[in-house]
């Protein structure tokens, strides 16, 4: 992790929607990231914001490290990583938040995002009944498997294995946060990411664009 604002960790990261209407959310972009620091362009304007910083137009910078930023737009917290395009929705409207995730060099479609409050690397994967991790996975979110889930065995790459199945209180990706999700913790070092798999994405509209996914919240 960088300790000082030195090496920019450079992202392709925007956040858009219009602007025609007042209330409306910004258009921003994210172009380097420094431990608790980060560099924006907002409605085209370049600026940096500290961890705690707001803007004049009310965007807040809750947070910040190589991994992604955590930024306030219109009271909804939006986690934004590598590789994930975010349209939040304008402030007290119904439009529906929408998260636009692009393959990795490795093909596969991965993101970083939120369990309980916590941030997490997620690995998309529609072949996974559900949100799987593994168990060390599970301690640093200090979720007590052995205490709250119930032993199940479930199939993985490697065979059958032992597991937990748990309930999550929020899962997040950019700007759609879904409550209490259906997850498994398997007892072992598998899966090395956690899987966002279809306990979750079953709950979303999905669109599969080639080397973009694109997921909407249903209301």
């Known amino acids: 992790m960088c300790r000082?604002?030195?090496?920019?960790?450079?992202?392709?990261?925007?956040?858009?929607?219009?602007l025609a209407a007042r209330g409306a959310a910004p258009d921003i972009q994210v172009l380097a990231l420094f431990r608790n620091h980060a560099v924006l362009t907002i409605n085209g304007v370049r600026t940096m914001l500290a961890a705690g910083e707001r803007t004049a137009g009310g965007i807040k910078l809750l947070s910040a490290s190589s991994e992604g930023a955590v930024l306030e737009v219109n009271g909804r917290r939006l986690r934004v990583g590598l590789g994930t395009d975010v349209r939040p929705p304008a402030a007290d409207t119904g439009d529906t938040p929408e998260v636009r995730i692009y393959r990795g060099p490795s093909g596969m479609f991965t993101t970083v995002g939120g369990i309980d409050g916590l941030p997490v690397s997620f690995l998309v994967d529609t072949g996974a009944s559900q949100v799987a991790m593994n168990a060390?996975?599970?301690?640093?979110?200090?979720?007590?498997?052995?205490?709250?889930?119930?032993?199940?065995?479930?199939?993985?790459?490697?065979?059958?294995?032992?597991?937990?199945?748990i309930t999550l209180k929020t899962v997040t990706v950019g700007a759609i946060t879904l409550h209490n999700v259906p997850a498994v913790v398997i007892d072992g070092t598998q899966p090395p990411s956690v899987l966002l798999g279809m306990s979750f994405l079953g709950q979303l509209e999905m669109h599969n664009q080639g080397q973009c996914l694109v997921l909407r919240q249903r209301y």
């Open 136 to 165: 060390a996975e599970a301690r640093h979110l200090g979720i007590d498997f052995r205490v709250v889930g119930t032993p199940v065995r479930v199939t993985t790459a490697s065979g059958i294995a032992s597991a937990f199945r």
């Open 4 to 18: 000082c604002p030195v090496k920019a960790l450079v992202l392709l990261v925007t956040l858009l929607s219009p």
